[in-house]
């Protein structure tokens, strides 16, 4: 092959670099440019935190080191089986009270945990925030579970839809995971509790048809109910259901451990999703103090947060903790399986008292009757 030479010798008989030899070089000086800079640019978009992608503009940094995976949860179960056949994620982080201006960083942190199912609903007023969080978060859509709930006020079905496209649109999608009745107590629209509709709560059947209706459109995957007694339960599956109810909502913790519901639960199919797993603001602090909660969490190097929230999921059910403090979103989803005994030790625990329900509002509402009874 013929070379060019390099240099040759000018008029001055100086030494000189050969035009093309110089034009050569000046391409590998390029060329070695731009593989740093390309290096650069990947190293960047692999390994930085999320924060700083997003903002030099990566949208789906393609690694993130050391970050949590959904899959592991330390050998508890990560999802459960619907009757529908959907797979729900065993944790969600929950977010009533989380005041708006403290939403999105918590649902970030916790899709950068992990999560991959959050628990909302339209009473909670920041489903605006939550769909924020989703939108600049790393996660796509489909890879987050969404729960809401339909409140009181909307029960009757010609109020179903704009209260259910009221949420997606706050939300910033067009469906959801799961669709919940809030509490078994029909309202009328602009009506206070006390004046709740007899019938329509009773037997809440054309609000579950219209529920039905809108897992037809499209617009909700999955139907359930929360705060239903076992009573309530049967009554609504006594009606001709196309679709049974996928879920069941309602406090469990500690203090409140739910055994007859928990084996109701079992034998029907209607998965149990834990809320105020860890006793709720009022009772946090004393749960976390258990003495066998504590021991356990010694034994296994846990927080007695953790201890908590894999016992749920060992209990079989969905567990909501809710956090706005980033540390404790993250602490609460790095969990790992308790041993046999140390489960055990928790569960007799938990049944040696008596049951302490943290929450009714049938006093507050004015109501003739407990929503629990
Ligand atoms: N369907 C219903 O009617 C219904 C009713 C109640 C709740 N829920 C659902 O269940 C979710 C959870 O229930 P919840 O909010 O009542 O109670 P929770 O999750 O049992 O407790 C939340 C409290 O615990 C604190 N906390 C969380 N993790 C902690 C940790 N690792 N260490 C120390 N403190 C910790 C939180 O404080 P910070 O936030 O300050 O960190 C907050 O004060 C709700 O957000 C909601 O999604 C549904």
């Not at 009554?235 to 109701?264: C, D, G, R, S």
């Not at 929230?309 to 979103?329: D, E, F, N, Y």
Request: aromatic share 8%; net charge positive.
């Amino acid at each position: 092959m013929l070379r060019l030479p390099q240099y040759y010798r000018d008029d001055k008989n100086q030494v000189t670099p050969h035009k093309s030899a110089s034009l050569r070089k000046s391409c590998l000086t390029w060329k070695r440019l731009l593989a740093i800079s390309l290096f650069l640019m990947l190293s960047v978009a692999f390994t930085a935190p999320k924060s700083l992608t997003s903002r030099l503009g990566f949208k789906f940094p393609l690694l993130r080191c050391g970050i949590h995976t959904p899959q592991d949860l330390g050998g508890l179960p990560t999802h459960y089986t619907l009757s529908s056949g959907s797979r729900i994620p065993s944790i969600a982080l929950g977010v009533w009270r989380a005041p708006k201006d403290q939403t999105v960083t918590a649902v970030k942190t916790a899709l950068d945990s992990g999560y991959r199912h959050i628990d909302g609903a339209w009473v909670y007023r920041n489903e605006e925030e939550v769909g924020q969080a989703l939108k600049e978060g790393n996660v796509k859509r489909e890879d987050v579970w969404l729960t809401s709930k339909l409140w009181n006020n909307f029960h009757a079905p010609e109020d179903i839809e704009p209260a259910l496209d009221d949420s997606l649109k706050k939300l910033g999608t067009d469906y959801l995971d799961l669709y919940i009745i809030h509490w078994p107590l029909a309202i009328p629209k602009d009506e206070k509790p006390a004046n709740y509709d007899k019938e329509l709560t009773a037997n809440p059947y054309p609000t579950w048809q219209k529920l039905e209706e809108m897992v037809a459109k499209g617009k909700v995957r999955n139907i359930g109910v929360s705060n239903f007694n076992i009573r309530r339960l049967q009554n609504l599956t006594a009606n001709p259901l196309k679709i049974q109810p996928a879920v069941n909502q309602v406090e469990i913790n500690f203090w409140f451990p739910q055994i007859e519901m928990l084996e109701y639960s079992k034998k029907t199919g209607i998965l149990l999703e834990a809320y105020s797993p860890l006793g709720s603001a009022e009772r946090v602090t004393e749960s976390l103090n258990v003495q066998e909660v504590k021991e356990v969490a010694e034994e296994l190097g846990m927080t007695p947060a953790q201890v908590l929230i894999a016992w749920h999921i060992q209990r079989g059910t969905v567990v909501l903790p809710k956090s706005v403090t980033p540390s404790r979103v993250t602490e609460n989803i790095h969990l790992k399986k308790l041993s046999e005994e140390a489960f055990d030790k928790i569960e007799k625990a938990a049944r040696a008292h008596k049951p302490q329900r943290g929450s009714n509002p049938s006093q507050n509402w004015g109501l003739d009757f407990d929503i629990f009874e």
